[in-house]
């Protein structure tokens, strides 16, 4: 089994030898056993405070250079027909602390009752969907911060 304990500066290595596909709840583990696309058994093991992005490369002990994949998984999509509306769900989701990407004119959460209730309740249109979710790092995370759909 090889091992991960590298995340590599971004842009620093085009060329790529694999692919670990993983959702975002195990992309923010530092110590886990799993596999890569092509089934290889790897275990990540990375420094405190590190969390994985779609797009990053990982060193793997081999000297493969490995590209992680944001895994699509079950998210709600928060539809909007104004900025206001956009803002004014945002405001309401982070009062509840909870992972948030926001896209242009979108908002996408994991899957909860209680938050589709509520968003519901606000009038925005929600979708379930399956998708890669990258929630925002935070503001003061010093990650780099993206806004893709």
């Known amino acids: 089994m090889i091992e991960i304990t590298t995340k590599l500066e971004p842009g620093s290595h085009p060329d790529v030898s694999g692919q670990l596909s993983l959702p975002f709840e195990l992309r923010q583990k530092r110590w886990l056993r799993t596999k890569l696309v092509s089934g290889e058994e790897v275990a990540l093991r990375l420094p405190r405070g590190e969390t994985l992005r779609g797009g990053d490369r ?73 998708a890669p979710f990258e929630p925002e790092a935070g503001a003061y995370s010093g990650g780099r911060h993206r806004h893709n759909s």
Request: hydrophobic content about 50%; glycine content about 6%.
């Open 58 to 130: 990982v060193l793997a002990s081999d000297g493969r250079v490995i590209e992680v994949v944001a895994a699509p998984e079950k998210v709600v999509q928060v539809e909007v027909d104004s900025p206001a509306m956009l803002a004014r769900a945002a405001y309401h989701l982070g009062n509840r602390h909870v992972p948030l990407q926001v896209g242009d004119n979108f908002l996408r959460v994991a899957e909860d009752h209680v938050l589709e209730e509520m968003l519901r309740l606000l009038g925005v249109s929600i979708v379930r969907i399956e």
